[in-house]
């Protein structure tokens, strides 16, 4: 997990935290570009310190399969955080 914690300090002097405003704009993304068929299921109320989305169960379980695949694999979530814009 601390690898993801260095992604973030990579990106600090672009405001990246990785607190869970962050997250949700990597989320965001997923959703765009994974589920675009779901852009209208969710609803993300992230705090500094927590990430959080709410919807459907089927459509929370399928974010949390797409945010778990961008989490595991640090070239994805450099990849998603890319294309993320900072909230």
Same mark, same amino acid.
Not at 50 to 59: I, P, R, T, V
């Given at each position: 997990m601390e690898a993801r914690f260095n992604i973030f300090e990579e990106k600090a002097d672009e405001g990246w935290? #990785?607190? #869970?405003?962050d997250w949700t704009s990597i989320a965001k993304v997923v959703v765009d570009e994974k589920m675009p068929d779901l852009k209208d299921e969710f609803d993300f109320d992230p705090e500094a310190g927590m990430f959080s989305a709410s919807g459907s169960l089927e459509a929370l379980k399928r974010l949390g399969e797409e945010m778990k695949k961008v989490f595991d694999h640090e070239d994805s979530l450099?990849?998603?955080?890319?294309r993320a814009e900072l909230d």
């Amino acid at each position: 997990m601390e690898a993801r914690f260095n992604i973030f300090e990579e990106k600090a002097d672009e405001g990246w935290q #990785g607190n #869970g405003y962050d997250w949700t704009s990597i989320a965001k993304v997923v959703v765009d570009e994974k589920m675009p068929d779901l852009k209208d299921e969710f609803d993300f109320d992230p705090e500094a310190g927590m990430f959080s989305a709410s919807g459907s169960l089927e459509a929370l379980k399928r974010l949390g399969e797409e945010m778990k695949k961008v989490f595991d694999h640090e070239d994805s979530l450099r990849d998603f955080l890319s294309r993320a814009e900072l909230d």
